[in-house]
């Protein structure tokens, strides 16, 4: 099956600095890649996804890049504030296959005031 | 996007009892929903893939007599964690695929903790 690997577990930055967290998968079908973000005890909320025609996508401060070949994405946040400290989890998924998502380990963000 | 509830949201239970949960897709129908179970400090991991009139499919490792997964109908999928232990204590998350979405979009419950004393 899918196998997820995220780096890093955890990411220290200072406000107004840029995140990025990277993602690697080994199914080549894998065609979607939702990114979410939890809250301690809440429900992952998706912040961006791509799919596997698209090698970039941005969302105001957020963007996800895809490299198919290399089978790896990563998240990227810009001008960070504190409000996006929370644990990020990327997912790879494939419609051939039945849509399940297979998760990342987590990153565990802290954005310093 | 689409809304789907969990209930109950907490329980606590005894060694050995059995504990029933429900997801539900509020304004949708969801022919396939998913069940995942998160460990402190961990990720989600994907239990079953749960669809409506048919047998439940598990991930190589979750015992499906012990995890039990009813989908009657296109709004409600339960789990009952059966002969409950302490080792099952965990965050339950259901999620759900709204049909005809051209992409994989998932929309998830806000989750069950199950604490088994």
């Known amino acids: 099956g899918e196998n997820v690997e995220q780096h890093p577990s955890t990411l220290s930055v200072q406000e107004g600095d840029s995140a990025v967290i990277k993602c690697t998968y080994s199914?080549?079908?894998?065609?979607?890649f939702p990114w979410y973000k939890q809250e301690l005890g809440k429900r992952p909320q998706l912040i961006i996804d791509i799919r596997s025609n698209v090698g970039e996508k941005k969302d105001q401060r957020i963007a996800v890049t895809l490299n198919k070949t290399a089978k790896h994405f990563s998240l990227h946040i810009t001008e960070t504030q504190p409000e996006d400290s929370a644990v990020y989890f990327c997912?790879?998924?494939?419609?051939?296959?039945?849509?399940?998502?297979?998760f990342g380990t987590g990153t565990s963000l802290t954005v310093i005031p | 996007g689409a809304v789907v509830s969990q209930h109950p949201s907490r329980v606590i239970c005894k060694s050995g009892t059995s504990v029933k949960i429900e997801c539900r897709s509020l304004d949708f129908q969801a022919t396939t929903m998913f069940w995942y179970r998160q460990f402190p400090k961990q990720s989600l991991m994907l239990m079953a893939t749960?669809?409506?009139?048919?047998?439940?499919?598990?991930e190589q490792g979750v015992e499906k007599d012990k995890f039990l997964i009813n989908h009657a109908s296109l709004t409600l999928s339960t789990l009952t964690v059966t002969s409950a232990h302490p080792e099952d204590s965990s965050f339950y998350i259901c999620?759900?695929?709204?049909?005809?979405?051209?992409?994989?979009?998932?929309?998830f419950g806000p989750g069950t903790r199950l604490t088994v004393l």
């Open positions: 997912a790879a998924s494939t419609a051939n296959t039945g849509n399940q998502f297979y």
């Open positions: 199914d080549s079908a894998s065609n979607y």
């Open positions: 749960s669809n409506e009139g048919s047998k439940a499919t598990y």
């Open positions: 999620s759900a695929r709204e049909p005809g979405l051209t992409y994989n979009e998932q929309f």
